[in-house]
């Protein structure tokens, strides 16, 4: 029984050896006993240099000459102290390590009941390569479902979603909420004259505009069509018509180059305002009534939604 052990024993020593994992030893003092050619390759030196030095010490050097794990952090010193509390912590520990020159490996990290530890370094970077790629290709994804396609700003589903996050938070604290209803005028009459390609250019433009003239976390989306909605939180009645006067202004007085022409639009806009809990759809529909009038009272006008007066 004893003999089979040592056989077993002595072939799996052979295999660890070349084994693509990384295997080592620390001894209870964290000083480097063993290490297979795979570990020591990590760190890019011989066993000479490893072996019979301390943790501590094989990460300084890994620090200073870049060669092994990435070590983010302008004081080694104080990294080591971090990782220090960690190690040991628990009798198996598992994390990920990025190395310097672009690999990955799960380390894992058993203590011995003597306080010895046994480490393993699966090589993850294939993994980790694929993992990427999944994130990116998720992110680029998730991009264009909250993405309008043709003026790159929010899509309804993303803008409704944001105000709708956006007017929990006002009403917990009660503060003033605008939100705006922009649409433009006549836009019919631009793609019958100028064509829908000319139409397009014409929304991309006009969504540029706005979105340069408002701060980084206001809420503005396109709705559908050439209507396009603002949410502006801890905002009060003339704030609101000071902000919406101007970007109706700002549109009136653009000189649109469309095709080799030039071209003026206007805008009609509806406001509502809210203090206390109210939702998107109640917004919506008072923006909705007060953009109705300011259609039918002339266009390129701001018009508050009547039951906001006095706010
Ligand atoms: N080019 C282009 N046109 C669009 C798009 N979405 C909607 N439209 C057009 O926008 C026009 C909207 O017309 P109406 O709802 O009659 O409104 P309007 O002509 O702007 O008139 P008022 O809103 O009353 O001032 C329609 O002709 C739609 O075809 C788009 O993505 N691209």
């Known amino acids: 029984m004893e003999n089979s052990f ?3 024993a002595g072939q799996l ?44 010490e094989i990460m300084h050097t890994a620090f200073r000459t870049q060669k092994g794990p990435r070590i983010d952090a302008d004081n080694i010193d104080s990294w080591l102290n971090r990782i220090q ?6 009798d198996f520990r598992l994390f990920e390590v990025d190395l310097v020159d672009g690999r990955w490996f799960l380390f894992s990290e058993q203590t011995l009941p003597g306080g010895e530890m046994l480490i393993q370094a699966k090589d993850i970077t294939k993994q980790k390569i694929v993992e990427q790629h999944l994130n990116e290709h998720t992110r680029r994804l998730t991009d264009l479902a909250l993405t309008d396609e043709l003026t790159q700003i929010a899509n309804r589903r993303s803008f409704v979603a944001s105000v709708q996050a956006e007017i929990t938070r006002c009403s917990r604290q009660r503060c003033a909420m605008a939100f705006f209803l922009l649409d433009i005028d006549h836009f019919k009459n631009v793609n019958d004259s ?25 809420i503005f989306g396109r709705i559908g069509g050439e209507e396009f909605g603002i949410f502006l939180a ?13 970007l109706r202004q700002q549109i009136a007085d653009e000189k649109m180059h469309i095709e080799g022409r030039e071209l003026r639009i206007t805008l009609s806009v509806g406001i509502a305002l809210a203090r206390d809990k109210t939702s998107f759809e109640q917004l919506y529909a008072d923006a909705d009534a007060a953009l109705y009038q300011a259609k039918h009272s002339g266009r390129n006008k701001v018009v508050v939604a009547e039951y906001c007066v006095i706010l």
């Open 6 to 8: 040592k056989r077993f």
């Open 13 to 56: 020593a052979e295999f660890i050896d070349v084994s693509r994992d990384g295997y080592a030893i620390f001894s209870a003092d964290d000083i480097l006993l063993c290490a297979n050619k795979a570990f020591l390759e990590v760190f890019f030196r011989p066993e000479t240099e490893l072996i019979g030095q301390s943790f501590v």
């Open 85 to 90: 509390q960690l190690r040991r912590s628990r």
């Open 194 to 218: 100028y064509g829908h390609q000319a139409g397009d250019e014409v929304l991309r433009q006009v969504a540029r505009l706005i979105k340069s003239t408002l701060r980084e976390y206001d």
């Open 234 to 246: 801890q905002t009060n009645r003339d704030t609101a018509v000071e902000v919406a006067e101007r």
